[in-house]
């Protein structure tokens, strides 16, 4: 009876610490993840480009990642006028500021919206963002709930889709071809959805200049996408990176300069027109919707860095950053021009790609029997050329015949021989596949 009831009472010491020896008798990488990490990080998935450009050394040629061309930068007389007068204001320059970021700069960028993209918003309807990365996030967090439908195209924004899926959206794709968002396709699921009770919270869109299809959505689309989001009541992000690296005249105008309803949420950057290295970018949108933003941003960094929207309020203020677009555009198009150029010449006849008329891609599609990321790495170490695989940019799963090649930093002349060195690599992956099917 003694023995019977010690056993017993090992049992229960056992059951009721499970958890304990549990633990005990896990791994370091175990541990972290059963006691210290929320179910959220399940959802958080690497991005390819992040991963892709560690391995990227100086002997690569690297199509990949989306960094601008130095020569677009300041100078450095400039840089230093810019210094000056962050000096000159250092008692506001080095000190914590408004969460929705200095109204000094944010009347700047009014004015620069004003003069350049055709709406003027109002100082409350505007606020500073860490790049529009940190604009992504914060939307993430006050508008999606766990299943929220978010409709995305396809192929779309990698780091978008990070931020999106951490917040548990559910993703509707909408296919885009040469000349955007297929809005005739939103428009029958969406009549699909709502007929049953559904809704979406909101599009998301890169309509100048696509990352990472190159593409600029037609203006009959524009003002399609507008009507829908008024007939069936959701929001439209307009990320708009590109918008200012044009190379035609004919870019239609940005939905938020034609949105007569306040749908818009426009979403913009100086990373390109300027420098990444500032980290300053900034959304538009309704007064309430911007308030909850800001609630949003204080719980992550409190304001942004004062410093650094001094440097940029410079630069608006005097006309430098438009003063430099025209030369922006002349270098990028010279680069857009050499990849479009090489593919005409070296690239197979099955292989298509778009022609961007903005922006710092192009977007190629190869036949299905290609997979481009089972390729990558063969052709960074055999031909030292780099790409992106196009399938991280489909929340379907679709894209494995696809790649995004970047013509933003490399030269025109490394660009063309980037190019051969790839379409013999590609041409001879499909030859051997068509032997091998044949045989």
């Not at 949105?259 to 900034?282: A, E, Q």
């Not at 630069?315 to 005409?344: H, Q, S, V, W």
Request: charged share 25%; net charge positive; hydrophobic share 40%.
């Amino acid at each position: 009876m003694y023995y019977n009831l010690v056993l017993w009472k090992c049992i229960y010491f056992i059951f009721s610490n499970f958890k304990a020896i549990y633990l005990l008798g896990m791994s370091e990488d175990m541990l972290h993840r059963e006691i210290l990490f929320s179910t959220r990080v399940k959802h958080m998935k690497s991005s390819e480009i992040r991963e892709l450009l560690k391995l990227i050394s100086a002997d690569i040629i690297s199509f990949a990642g989306g960094a601008p061309d130095p020569r677009t930068f300041p100078d450095e007389e400039q840089l230093r006028e810019a210094f000056d007068y962050v000096i000159e204001n250092k008692s506001v320059a080095f000190q914590y500021g408004v969460t929705e970021g200095t109204p000094s700069l944010r009347k700047e960028l009014s004015k620069f919206m004003s003069r350049n993209l055709g709406f003027k918003p109002d100082l409350d309807e505007i606020i500073i963002t860490i790049g529009s990365q940190e604009a992504l996030e914060l939307i993430g967090r006050v508008s999606i709930d766990r299943g929220s439908k978010v409709v995305v195209e396809l192929p779309t924004y990698i780091a978008a889709v990070q931020v999106f899926s951490f917040w548990r959206a559910k993703f509707i794709g909408i296919p885009l071809d040469d000349f955007g968002m297929r809005t005739d396709v939103l428009e029958k699921k969406l009549r699909r959805i709502y007929s049953k009770g559904g809704y979406i919270k909101f599009v998301y869109t890169i309509p100048t200049g696509h990352n990472p299809a190159g593409t600029v959505m037609s203006l009959d689309r524009r003002k399609h996408l507008l009507e829908l989001a008024e007939e069936y009541n959701f929001y439209v992000i307009e990320d708009d990176p590109y918008g200012f690296i044009t190379f035609t005249e004919t870019i239609p105008p940005r939905l938020k300069s034609i949105d007569k309803n306040d749908r818009v949420i426009y979403l913009s950057t100086l990373s390109k027109i300027f420098g990444p290295g500032l980290r300053m970018g900034w959304a538009v949108g309704p007064k309430e919707v911007i308030r909850m933003m800001g609630l949003a941003k204080q719980a992550i960094d409190l304001c942004p860095p004062n410093f650094n929207q001094a440097v940029a309020e410079y630069f608006l203020k005097t006309g430098m950053i438009e003063d430099n677009i025209p030369k922006i555009r002349r270098i990028y198009r010279e680069k857009r021009d050499a990849m479009l150029e090489a593919l005409d010449e070296y690239m197979f006849k099955e292989a298509k790609w778009t022609r961007p008329e903005a922006g710092f891609f192009v977007f190629m599609y190869l036949p299905k029997t290609i997979n481009t990321k089972a390729l990558l790495y063969e052709a960074v170490n055999t031909i030292k050329v780099a790409y992106v695989p196009g399938s991280g940019f489909y929340i379907n799963g679709g894209g494995q015949n696809t790649l995004r090649l970047s013509y933003s930093l490399p030269t025109p002349d490394v660009i063309r021989e980037g190019i051969k060195r790839l379409s013999e690599f590609l041409y001879n992956k499909i030859r051997r596949r068509s032997i091998r099917e044949y045989t």
